[in-house]
């Protein structure tokens, strides 16, 4: 058995411009219970230019490895940009279902990532996508190949879409993109990662999963996060 058996699997995609403060914060903040895999697409011109500007704004485990469409990443470069983060996933240990965090345009990543593998594997394998700082796909002024290329997926995995004290604009179109339902959610004041930890956790355990963390877990899971952001 692994360190990381039982725990819930929740992949973070944090958008080109989002801290590393940001992801690291709510890693520490996670319950015991849900396994952070900290994805961030690379920094490099190429990958920003697909991404485009960033906008304003209980574990069921599925046998059988996440799978993804092979593509030509020289014929269509955003998919294959999903393709390789859904070998990511799969690297990382991801074998069944799992739930997402996406930040501004890591939100529209990860819309793409949920309909690849549901796509794959014929059945919705993420079960969550939590969207933060992030307007609809096509809803923002400007936009890159990727938004273009998921304003019409539209995924089984049901929908978050957290806003701060004061929501922006863009948000209500969020709910095109998902059959099970969208759920906007203002986050209340204070530190923000506290609060979506705490949806976070509520959303996806029962009362009893919701402990912290062993100090020696948050040291190994802000380690990875580190490593994965830097």
Known sequence: MTVDAGR??????????????DVTDLVHALPAAL????????????TRDLLGPE??????????????????????????????LVRRVRDAGVTGRFALHGWGTGA???????????????HAVCTTLFVSDAVAPGRA???????????????ESR?????????????????????????????????????LASLIATRLLPATSRAPRTPAAQQRDESRAAHATS
Not at 8 to 21: I, M
Not at 35 to 46: G, Y
Not at 63 to 69: D, E, I, L, R, Y
Not at 172 to 195: D, I, K, Y
């Open 108 to 122: 529209h990543l990860g819309l793409a990532l949920a309909g690849a593998v549901e796509r794959a594997a014929g």
């Open 159 to 195: 929908l978050v879409v957290c806003a701060g004290p004061v929501p922006g604009r863009g948000l209500a179109p969020w709910s095109r993109h998902s059959t099970s339902g969208t759920e906007f959610v203002t986050l209340p004041p204070g530190p923000r990662p506290t609060a």
């Open 55 to 84: 906008g304003d704004p209980v574990s069921d485990p599925v046998a059988g490895p996440v799978a993804g469409p092979v593509v030509d990443p020289v014929v269509d470069p955003v998919a294959g940009l999903v393709a390789g």
């Open 35 to 46: 396994r952070p895999v900290v994805l961030r697409p690379a920094a490099d011109a190429a």
């Open 141 to 155: 002024p400007a936009h890159g190949p990727l938004t273009h290329a998921v304003r019409r997926t539209v995924t």
């Open 8 to 21: 819930f699997p929740l992949v973070l995609l944090p958008g080109p411009d989002t801290p590393a403060a």
